[in-house]
Structures are given as structure tokens and as C-alpha cells.
């Protein structure tokens, strides 16, 4: 009987996990058993931080609505507030956008978010 290899198989899977460590320093990006380990932690890497990502604008864009509502003169949660009563349902990354784009615009948004609080 003859001897299966699996060598095309194998070294196409070496080569799909070698090409993921492309820019890898030193023996993680060239020894299959270093490189495994390594891919799987910087695969495990990248999931956390795009999680991560999306956290930390959220925060910058809170941050920036926050400071352009105080400057309108009034808190962040009761612009929020304000802005829910006036079911009003722009988010905070548009928000911030406006806020740094168009400080005009923004301001009719707080005197709107005002107004519903009042009533």
C-alpha cells in the first residue's frame, strides 16, 4: 500500500497560517510551531481591541457632546434627556459631529432639548 503524505494539503495549510504572520518578528514569522501560537494570540488580539475600538469613540464622542452642551449651558444628561422627551433620536457620533462642524446647528439642538424639558 502506498504512503499518504497529505504534503499538498499540509503545506497549503502552513502556508495560509505563515502568510497571516506577515511582518512578525524574529522566529514567530518563519517556524510553523512559533507561528501558530503567535497568530492565534494576535487573531485573539484583534477581536478584543475592535471591541474595544468602538468603546473608546463612543467615549470621545460623549466627551465631545458633553463639553458643547456645557458651553450652551446645560449638563450632558439633561441634554440626553431633553432630547429623548423631544424623541428626538440623533446619536452621540452625529451629535459630536455637529457639535465640532456646525456649533449653530448644535445649539438648536440644545434649545430644542430645553424646550421639551420645560414643557
Known sequence: ???????????R?????????????????????????????A????????KTKKRDFRKLWIIRVNIAAKINGMSYSKFINGLKKAKCLINRKSLADLA?????AFTEVVNMAKKALAA
Open 1 to 11: 500500500m502506498a504512503r499518504v503524505t497529505c504534503a499538498v494539503s499540509s503545506r
Open 43 to 50: 487573531l485573539s488580539y484583534n477581536y478584543i481591541h475592535r
Open 100 to 104: 465640532i462642524t456646525d456649533p449653530k
Open 13 to 41: 495549510r502552513r502556508k495560509r497560517l505563515l502568510k497571516l504572520a506577515k511582518g512578525f518578528f524574529g522566529d514567530r514569522k518563519n517556524h510553523v510551531r512559533l507561528t501558530k501560537d503567535a497568530v492565534m494570540k
